[in-house]
């Protein structure tokens, strides 16, 4: 029997916040495109490691510092033209703040508080300020001890001073790949999920594109494999750079209100740690430096959770070990060709590589405009459509609603009153609606509702979300993916001598 083969205009490799960002600006015009992703969803690459932070501009400053090998005078070092990542990021932080409203997804402006523990730190923040004028930035102040003390009681006793950035944004970055994905799916984008591309076949005109779903041929192809980025690269001959990275190893907090301010210390020369409240009660602390060994290495250790709790106590004395709640890891990528930057380029008509370094997520609404443009130059015919909807819909959480319109709806529906997650009181019914507009993995579950990523991380929830979204899908409970590709979670019904294949079980 022959292979099915879709045709298309575009094909996107990849929905990372990259992809999704850029199949979502495709959707505005009369384009025919798809994303074509090997997980199970979206945002489950690096995307999904990712601190989630907007940058203000200082931490683009602060983190030019860390980097600084005094080859010229600092100040001026600071004043260097912006690079491309970081001017998309000015561009992309104010546009997410829009873009929050219509597609629906949460964002907070913490602001950044750099610490200063001595006179030389004072020194260094007081260069930095002055760097951040002469830029024309605005929103940023240098606090004293006092002026700490009054904006973040519970910070270390022992910083003198500070620099304060309001600017700076968060935002939770798997749930804002969904929701790019879903509203370009919404203006009839298609997405492939559990989509891998093997191979590229280089044609007069088109590409030809094996995937473990089928074949695909499509006039353009952008390659937006992150990690990845060179192996798909290496499938049109097109790759003279590999990714490489930093293996970065982070710990999930319990806040019970510690912050609400990013904190971190007076930057140094190889050196960044960060506090970072996420927009669901957590605090973030970030991150180890390892050098990457292979690509699919995820492990943690118990030195690194020693050294970040370490670290997490020179800001935080107050806060208890207990309230840890996770450790995980990821890589922060560079290009080899162009190490500091992101990688943008077509090495041939009609394929675009993005290899995207960090950050990364404040400058993909820019940099999937920057694409489009790209492409129409290549000759894609981009047409806007008069039909294009922004908005995408996401139920409300339950919890957030106000009593009466909570009571009424559980009127409705009781099972809106049945909570299934109690960390984050998610409800039987959120569960059956998030299913009911997509979800198929117990991880976009976890995103587009929260359930699973409290304090018992899934722990007292997971077996009942799967019972739920079996339900929902009639299938075995067997057959229900972690993040789709075979990450089964049940193996066999308990009791039962595990056979091949799923089995009914009851849970
Ligand atoms: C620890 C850490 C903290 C960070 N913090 C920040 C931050 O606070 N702010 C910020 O802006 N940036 C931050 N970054 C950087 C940011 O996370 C990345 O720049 C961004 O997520 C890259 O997105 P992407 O879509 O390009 O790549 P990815 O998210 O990796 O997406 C690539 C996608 O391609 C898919 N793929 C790969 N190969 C194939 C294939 N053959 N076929 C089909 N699909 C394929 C993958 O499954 C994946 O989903 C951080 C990174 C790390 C590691």
């Not at 690079?83 to 907070?108: M, P, V």
């Not at 370009?184 to 044609?203: F, M, R």
Request: hydrophobic letters at 35%; glycine letters at 8%.
């Amino acid at each position: 029997m022959s292979e099915m083969l879709i045709e298309t205009q575009v094909a996107v490799i990849g929905g990372g916040i990259t992809g999704a960002a850029l199949i979502r600006e495709l959707s505005k015009y009369k384009v025919d495109a798809c994303l074509l992703e090997k997980e199970g969803g979206c945002g489950f690459g690096v995307t999904k490691v990712c601190q989630g932070l907007l940058h203000g501009g200082i931490s683009h400053l602060t983190s030019r510092t860390v980097k600084y090998h005094q080859d010229m005078p600092f100040k001026e070092y600071l004043l260097q033209p912006f690079l491309l990542k970081e001017n998309l990021q000015n561009l992309g932080r104010e546009e997410y703040f829009s873009l929050a409203h219509t597609l629906n997804e949460e964002i907070e402006r913490p602001g950044r508080l750099v610490l200063a523990e001595d006179k030389e730190d004072m020194e260094m923040i007081a260069l930095i300020k002055d760097a951040s004028e002469d830029l024309g930035m605005r929103g940023i102040s240098l606090l004293d001890r006092k002026g700490i003390e009054e904006m973040e009681p519970r910070v270390n006793p022992g910083f003198i001073g500070g620099l304060f950035d309001a600017n700076e944004a968060v935002v939770l970055p798997t749930a804002w790949a969904i929701a790019f994905a879903e509203n370009a799916e919404q203006n009839g984008a298609h997405i492939y999920k559990d989509t891998e591309v093997l191979d590229i076949d280089e044609k007069k005109d088109h590409y030809l594109i094996r995937t473990t779903n089928g074949m695909f041929k499509a006039e353009y192809v952008v390659n937006a494999a992150g990690l990845y980025a060179d192996d798909v690269a290496k499938m049109v001959d097109a790759a003279d750079f590999e990714i490489t990275g930093w293996k970065a190893q982070q710990l999930v907090i319990e806040n019970q209100d510690y912050t609400s301010r990013v904190l971190c210390g007076t930057p140094k020369p190889q050196r960044g740690r960060l506090v970072i409240p996420t927009t669901h009660n957590s605090l973030i602390v970030a991150h180890t430096f390892h050098p990457m060994t292979h690509k699919a290495d995820r492990s943690t250790t118990k030195e690194g959770v020693t050294e970040l709790l370490t670290w997490l106590h020179e800001f935080l004395p107050s806060i208890s070990d207990k309230h840890l709640i996770s450790a995980f890891s990821g890589f922060l990528t560079f290009n080899t060709k162009n190490p500091n930057d992101h990688l943008l380029e077509s090495p041939k008509r009609g394929f675009i590589t993005a290899a995207v370094s960090a950050p990364g997520l404040g400058p993909a609404p820019a940099l999937a405009r920057e694409i489009v443009r790209m492409l129409a130059d290549q000759g894609l015919e981009c047409t806007t459509r008069s039909d294009f909807n922004p908005y995408r819909y996401k139920a409300p959480r339950i919890i957030d609603l106000p009593a009466w319109e909570k009571n009424e709806k559980i009127e409705a529906e009781p099972k809106y009153g049945h909570m299934v997650c109690r960390c984050e009181s998610v409800s039987e019914q959120e569960i059956r609606d998030a299913v009911r507009w997509g979800a198929r993995t117990l991880d976009e579950i976890k995103y587009k509702t929260l359930a699973g990523f409290g304090r018992c991380q899934g722990g007292f929830c997971t077996s009942r979300v799967i019972k739920i979204m079996a339900e929902e899908l009639k299938v075995s409970p067997l057959e229900i993916t972690k993040n789709g590709r075979g990450s089964y979670i049940l193996t066999s019904e308990t009791k039962s001598v595990p056979e091949k294949g799923p089995k009914e079980v009851s849970l």
